[in-house]
């Protein structure tokens, strides 16, 4: 399997329907909320910051993963709890890092990686690819309209918002990015109740690799979980 990269979700592919396929549309840019004097933008944060220089060589960064659906007949398979880990050696360049992949674990093993001389974080992307070639197949979508509305959800509609969060027992200022990329879109009736889904991120710059957490939540209209996603970094994991 072609390793995932960085560029390759934050390319601009083109808008095809779901299930479908149509030229892409150019774009114009746009004013957003998540673009204000005090905020950054969402997509710019994610995507286009020098995450890995504050991960010094020889580390190993470790994220907890959950996936859980309360579907009928479990679309997306029983629910998996596992970890995604990185190992962290020096780049060409001093912010840059090289990294090895374990994604998951045993029969849950996913081939991901390795990264060569990598500013960004690569765990922001192995996470939405796993999660939109799963929501691809449940919903019978084209996966790549699914990644050009999150990215555009991202640039153009996101909130970003200035938070703290608590990280080895301080206080810490971070980043509350969220978008619900699904809510207004032209498909959106068949999303099969995903319309909702709600994407948010957390992102310091006190913590190694800047990314604190990803939750990917849609229910429906009576409370049902129809998919409760999470990446959750593990500061107490070697």
Known sequence: MKPVTLAAFVMLAGAPALAQTAPPAPETPAVTKAN??????????LFEQPQMKNVPPGSKLTYDYLRRS????GPFGPPLND?????????????NRNIRVEMFSGANRFP?????????NPVMTLFLEHHLMDLARVLMANPRYIKN?????LRDNATVTATQIDYKGRKVDAWRIETQPFVDDKMKERMR?????KYT???SAAVPGELVSIEAQSKNTDGGELLQENLTYDPNAG
Request: proline share 8%.
């Open 36 to 45: 204000t004097a005090t905020a950054p933008n969402a997509a710019d944060l």
């Open 70 to 73: 309360g579907i009928s007949k």
């Open 83 to 95: 970890t995604i880990k990185l190992g962290v050696e020096p780049g060409n360049a001093a912010d």
């Open 112 to 120: 991901a990686g390795p990264f060569e001389d990598m500013p960004g």
């Open 149 to 153: 509305a999150i990215r555009k959800g």
């Open 193 to 197: 109740g995903f319309e909702n889904l």
């Open 201 to 203: 991120f957390v992102t």
